[in-house]
């Protein structure tokens, strides 16, 4: 069993619908959970970054912990075809001096 | 803020060459940085953890004589990939916290390496 998993897609939705992207983890040492956006041929960009259980808002970007269940979860409300990209869950432990272990990435494309 | 630069981008070379990347965070100050390597359709995977002024540590399967990593300041860590092979051909990506607290890593731009 893999550390992290994470469905690869490819997810299609329509513009302006809510997506739901997620990753389930087995390690109960990670304790911060972060969501990036990668675009073909580029590094990934950090999108959001979570420390406990709950939910923390930016915008359009909803990230979700249940540590007790060990599932994460991303949503992406009003989307857009800008929004086209590969998204990676990662997580660690250590207080962050650890390196991440990530998920494979949803590959997720928003229909105009 | 948080900007992490990755050079070159991209470098094809020969069968037995050594190809040095280097990583600078251009706005902070990263005492401790990371190297990972993805593969094609592949999740990023972590190849070391770099910190200024001391040995870099590796993980399990990385061959440290291989991949040498020197993080001599604290804007700056280089990995070089001595006589490299067609089966290092990689995407390479750095990655740099700002010290202080509990803050996330924020990546380069990646280096896309092809050995002849």
């Known amino acids: 069993q893999k550390e992290v998993e994470q469905d690869p897609g490819p997810l299609s939705v329509p513009e302006g619908a809510i997506v739901s992207l997620n990753c389930t983890y087995s390690n109960s040492a990670f304790q911060y959970f972060m969501w990036y956006r990668q675009y073909s041929r580029k590094g990934p960009e950090l999108l959001m970054y979570t420390y406990s259980s709950g939910n923390k808002e930016d915008g359009r970007f909803t990230a979700q912990v249940d540590k007790s269940s060990k599932y994460i979860s991303l949503f992406i409300r009003d989307s857009q075809p800008s929004d086209s990209a590969t998204y990676l869950c990662?997580?660690?432990?250590?207080?962050?001096?650890?390196?991440?272990?990530f998920g494979k990435g949803t590959h997720l494309i928003i229909q105009p | 803020g948080a900007v992490v630069s990755q050079h070159p981008s991209w470098v094809i070379c020969k069968s037995g060459t050594s190809v040095k990347i280097e990583c600078r965070s251009l706005d902070f100050q990263a005492t401790t940085m990371f190297w990972y390597r993805q593969f094609p359709k592949q999740s990023l995977m972590l190849m070391a953890t770099s910190n200024e002024g001391s040995k870099a540590t590796y993980e399990q399967g990385v061959e440290k004589d291989k991949f040498l990593i020197n993080h001599a300041s604290l804007t700056l860590s280089t990995l070089t990939v001595t006589s490299a092979h067609p089966e290092d051909s990689s995407f390479y990506i750095c990655?740099?916290?700002?010290?202080?607290?509990?803050?996330?890593?924020?990546f380069g731009d990646g280096t896309r390496l092809s050995i002849l």
């Open positions: 990662a997580m660690g432990g250590g207080g962050g001096a650890d390196g991440l272990t």
């Open positions: 990655s740099a916290r700002d010290r202080g607290g509990d803050q996330p890593q924020h």
